[in-house]
């Protein structure tokens, strides 16, 4: 299908307002997708390095495999539609409601300025035990560790330390999920940027906000796997589109 023709947004300053971002926002940073050729991705496998059954089996692997996508994350910079957001929070904080939430686990949102984020996904600069019944850790770790004697230990229980990630076969952390939940069914506008449409439950998102009757926008550079929960669809990079929508929210 088609897209519409980009033009500015009319986003009232009182308006509840939920952005969804994907892996297409960071991949004009130069943030390499699961789905591309090159890169981290395909020097690993997935059930190696992205599953917990990976992490038991060789938890040094899996802590040299996120040093280096930390390591890559703070190589590259946030990009136009990074800042584009962030200043769609800052146009809505006084009147408005908004709620970022990020499928992305790079931390450039952040980086960017946006403070309401919600890391649906997990964050790479993040730890939590591996036993899920002990409370999460903010214990520091080194990036150079790699021996297993040597990986970060939780500082209540003295198990081994995880990346904070949502991995295959995981649920989402029940908290974020709900807060996520909570905004996009209180929003008024729902836009989404650089999502495929084919990661669940995030994906259901966007249905749960057209029919609670939300004006739903996505940017992408191509339709979405679920196109059809959406009342406009813009088509191209992030990095030119997102700022074109918000060019009025840019210029206020």
């Given at each position: 299908?088609?897209?519409?023709?980009?033009?500015?947004?009319?986003?009232?300053?009182?308006?509840?307002?939920?952005?969804?971002?994907?892996?297409?926002?960071?991949?004009?940073?130069?943030?390499?997708?699961?789905?591309?050729?090159?890169?981290?991705?395909?020097?690993?496998?997935?059930?190696?390095?992205?599953?917990?059954?990976?992490?038991?089996?060789?938890?040094?692997?899996?802590?040299?495999?996120?040093?280096?996508?930390?390591?890559?994350?703070?190589?590259?910079?946030?990009?136009?539609?990074?800042?584009?957001?962030?200043?769609?929070?800052?146009?809505?904080?006084?009147?408005?409601?908004?709620?970022?939430?990020?499928?992305?686990?790079?931390?450039?949102?952040?980086?960017?300025?946006?403070?309401?984020?919600?890391?649906?996904?997990?964050?790479?600069?993040?730890?939590?035990?591996?036993?899920?019944?002990?409370?999460?850790?903010?214990?520091?770790?080194?990036?150079?560790?790699?021996?297993?004697?040597?990986?970060?230990?939780?500082?209540?229980?003295?198990?081994?330390?995880?990346?904070?990630?949502?991995?295959?076969?995981?649920?989402?952390?029940?908290?974020?999920?709900?807060?996520?939940?909570?905004?996009?069914?209180?929003c008024e506008i729902f836009l989404t940027i650089g999502t495929s449409g084919v990661v669940w439950p995030v994906a259901g998102y966007s249905r749960l906000a057209y029919e609670l009757g939300a004006r739903t926008i996505t940017a992408n550079l191509e339709p979405p796997a679920n196109v059809q929960n959406y009342r406009e669809v813009y088509l191209g990079k992030a990095g030119?589109?997102?700022?074109?929508?918000?060019?009025?929210?840019?210029?206020?």
């Amino acid at each position: 299908m088609a897209g519409h023709k980009v033009s500015a947004l009319d986003i009232p300053r009182n308006a509840a307002v939920v952005v969804l971002t994907g892996a297409g926002v960071s991949a004009e940073s130069g943030i390499a997708t699961f789905r591309d050729s090159g890169g981290l991705w395909e020097q690993h496998r997935v059930e190696d390095v992205a599953t917990h059954e990976g992490f038991v089996k060789n938890p040094e692997l899996v802590w040299r495999f996120y040093s280096l996508r930390r390591k890559d994350a703070l190589r590259v910079h946030p990009n136009p539609a990074h800042y584009a957001i962030a200043a769609l929070e800052e146009y809505l904080a006084d009147k408005g409601s908004f709620t970022l939430i990020t499928q992305n686990v790079d931390g450039l949102h952040s980086r960017a300025g946006n403070k309401n984020v919600l890391e649906i996904h997990g964050s790479l600069f993040k730890t939590k035990c591996d036993n899920p019944r002990c409370p999460a850790s903010e214990t520091p770790f080194d990036d150079e560790t790699t021996d297993y004697d040597a990986l970060p230990k939780c500082e209540k229980c003295g198990g081994l330390l995880r990346p904070d990630i949502v991995w295959f076969g995981e649920q989402l952390d029940r908290v974020t999920e709900a807060k996520a939940m909570h905004a996009v069914g209180e929003c008024e506008i729902f836009l989404t940027i650089g999502t495929s449409g084919v990661v669940w439950p995030v994906a259901g998102y966007s249905r749960l906000a057209y029919e609670l009757g939300a004006r739903t926008i996505t940017a992408n550079l191509e339709p979405p796997a679920n196109v059809q929960n959406y009342r406009e669809v813009y088509l191209g990079k992030a990095g030119e589109v997102v700022p074109m929508l918000l060019a009025n929210v840019l210029n206020d």
